[in-house]
């Protein structure tokens, strides 16, 4: 099994609303990331978790916050968005560090639209 | 900082052709290098993993080479077929670090 999980496939949100995305893996998988991708453009990390801790970081906005429960959840918490932020938003998870075998296996995206 | 770029950035080829496409890096200390394939509007799907130690990878009728000191990887993509049809992503990593993504390359085979 080499499935990353992602829910909602889509969702529409108003700029005052909070909300989540969730993410889940049972590869057994010790670091998971989010990417943000816009349209025609490639993804772009926004966190690293590795062991259930926050390790990367790319200087995102604090009205995402990442969190990460256990070893095979990820969520991504949204509050007060912008129209900017609508966009493909990824989650993918690897074996983490000091592992041979770092392939990154990726879910299907949520289709975030804020309005 | 890691700089990743696919050439061409399209390509559109008849049905049957073989293909290349390019993905160049500037820093050669990576840890590895993937392949991906996207189809609009959905996620990634990983086609291969070369590690760092390696030259290439073979999966079915693709075929990806890695020549780390010259900074670069190819897909060749053998007897194309319209399904093929989706934009692919090369993406390096160095050792405790993300993936970098190139902006990819969008093919169309047409039947």
């Known amino acids: 099994d080499t499935e990353v999980t992602q829910t909602p496939k889509h969702l529409v949100m108003g700029m005052t609303n909070k909300k989540s995305l969730k993410c889940e893996q049972h590869?057994?998988?010790?670091?998971m990331y989010w990417y943000k991708q816009k349209a025609k453009k490639p993804p772009e990390l926004m966190f690293v978790?590795?062991?259930?801790?926050?390790?990367i970081n790319e200087s995102v906005p604090s009205r995402f916050s990442p969190e990460c429960p256990n070893s095979s959840l990820l969520n991504l918490h949204l509050h007060a968005l912008q129209p900017e932020d609508s966009a493909l938003y990824l989650c993918?998870?690897?074996?983490?560090?000091?592992?041979?075998?770092?392939?990154?296996?990726f879910g299907q995206g949520t289709r975030l639209t804020v309005v | 900082k890691q700089e990743v770029t696919q050439i061409p950035a399209a390509l559109s080829v008849p049905e049957g052709e073989n293909l290349v496409l390019n993905c160049s890096f500037t820093?050669?200390?990576?840890?590895?290098l993937q392949w991906f394939r996207q189809d609009p509007g959905k996620g990634l799907t990983s086609l291969l993993l070369?590690?760092?130690?390696?030259r290439e990878q073979t999966s079915g009728r693709l075929n990806a080479s890695l020549d780390k000191s010259s900074g670069r990887s190819t897909l060749y993509i053998a007897a194309s077929q319209p399904g093929d049809s989706a934009t692919y992503l090369c993406?390096?990593?160095?050792?405790?670090?993300?993936?970098?993504f190139g902006k990819g390359t969008t093919l169309s085979v047409s039947s």
């Open positions: 978790y590795s062991y259930e801790k926050l390790s």
């Open positions: 820093d050669s200390a990576i840890y590895n």
């Open positions: 590869m057994g998988h010790r670091a």
């Open positions: 993918a998870s690897s074996q983490g560090r000091g592992s041979q075998n770092t392939e990154a296996f």
């Open positions: 070369i590690q760092s130690s390696q």
């Open positions: 993406a390096v990593r160095k050792a405790g670090t993300a993936l970098i």
